[in-house]
């Protein structure tokens, strides 16, 4: 699946092929979304941490900060995910009425 990133101020968007979007919006799930995007240490290498507390190398913010810089980045490019176990929400077909199920948030429309 391919998916969109927006980054619109201080949260992230993803949208899949068919539209859905999936909006990332807490400063804590930034660095294991860019981690899933591709970027290489968003998370200290330690194992001890998952970007969300600090660690003995790393603070959180440090690792918050990169992660949404690194995102901020790469507004508007395409992306390549496998995944539906962290993001269920974009691997879900829209209800039959056509309109969006809950999870979903329009951006701009």
Not at 60 to 82: P, V
Request: hydrophobic share 35%; charged share 20%; glycine share 10%.
């Amino acid at each position: 699946m391919i998916v969109t990133l927006s980054a619109p101020w201080t949260l992230y968007v993803l949208t899949n092929e068919s539209g859905q979007e999936y909006v990332v919006h807490t400063d804590y799930d930034y660095p294991r979304l860019a981690e899933d995007l591709g970027m290489v240490g968003a998370v200290c290498g330690c194992g001890l941490t998952d970007g969300t507390v600090d660690c003995e190398h790393r603070t959180a913010t440090d690792m918050i900060e990169r992660a949404a810089c690194w995102l901020s980045e790469r507004d508007g490019e395409l992306f390549s995910f496998q995944t539906g176990d962290d993001y269920p929400e974009l691997f879900t077909d829209p209800t039959p009425s056509g309109t969006i199920p809950a999870p979903f948030q329009t951006i701009g429309v």
